[in-house]
T-cell receptor
Framework: GIQVEQSPPDLILQEGANSTLRCNFS?????LQWFHQNPWGQLINLFY???GTKQNGRLSATTVATERYSLLYISSSQTTDSGVYFC?????????????FGTGTQLKVEL | ETGVTQTPRHLVMGMTNKKSLKCEQH?????MYWYKQSAKKPLELMFV???????ENNSVPSRFSPECPNSSHLFLHLHTLQPEDSALYLC???????????FGPGTRLTVT
């Protein structure tokens, strides 16, 4: 099946700093989503971005489908950004409806 | 209620008990999913339902039994579980395949 790798696995930032999270995948995809999992386990949708660039406030994401990677940018980080960020993809050849998750990036934003 | 809801939020059960997890989506979607998130592991897809029909069973043990009576409701019936089944169980829904999936808050299950 499709492989999804996220980097870095752990990240500590000072409040106000910027960061880039990366997601590499091993096959063509027709769905790519970024999620933020809060301390209570809720997965919050950040972006649905199988290709192109999107922005939402301090967050933006870019997927280069031909090169099989996606980037999540966090600017002016805040303590509330802490948590785990997951990339999940659905392979074109996967038979549909199968999101494969990466192992996540654990982000901690400190004052 | 909006989005995807799950009940109960927390569940502790013995290995001989039978319990059920419930998921309901209020988004008008046609596909529903069960995922399992164990400690230190990525989320794993368990089951997929499209228009109430099961289209994916990701080699899940038979002690987990899904049920989808209609496009808005999804259940996971549990029986004779093992301690290693303790995990966060997440339900999701989407309009159809390759569309954005939305997740419920999860049920944190502990098997004693």
């Amino acid at each position: 099946g499709i492989q999804v790798e996220q980097s870095p696995p752990d990240l500590i930032l000072q409040e106000g700093a910027n960061s880039t999270l990366r997601c590499n995948f091993s096959d063509s995809v027709n769905n790519l989503q970024w999620f933020h999992q809060n301390p209570w386990g809720q997965l919050i949708n950040l972006f649905y971005i199988p290709s192109g660039t999107k922005q939402n406030g301090r967050l933006s994401a870019t997927t280069v489908a031909t090169e099989r990677y996606s980037l999540l940018y966090i600017s002016s980080s805040q303590t509330t950004d802490s948590g785990v960020y997951f990339c999940a993809v659905e392979a074109v050849t996967g038979g549909g409806n199968k999101l494969t998750f990466g192992t996540g990036t654990q982000l901690k934003v400190e004052l | 209620e909006t989005g995807v809801t799950q009940t109960p939020r927390h569940l502790v059960m013995g290995m001989t008990n039978k319990k059920s997890l419930k998921c309901e989506q209020h988004l008008g979607h046609n596909a529903m999913y069960w995922y399992k998130q164990s400690a230190k592991k990525p989320l794993e897809l368990m089951f997929v339902y499209n228009f109430k029909e099961q289209t994916e069973n990701n080699s899940v043990p038979s002690r987990f039994s899904p049920e989808c009576p209609n496009s808005s409701h999804l259940f996971l019936h549990l029986h004779t579980l093992q301690p290693e089944d303790s995990a966060l169980y997440l339900c999701a829904s989407s309009q159809r395949e390759a569309y954005e999936q939305y997740f419920g808050p999860g049920t944190r299950l502990t098997v004693t």
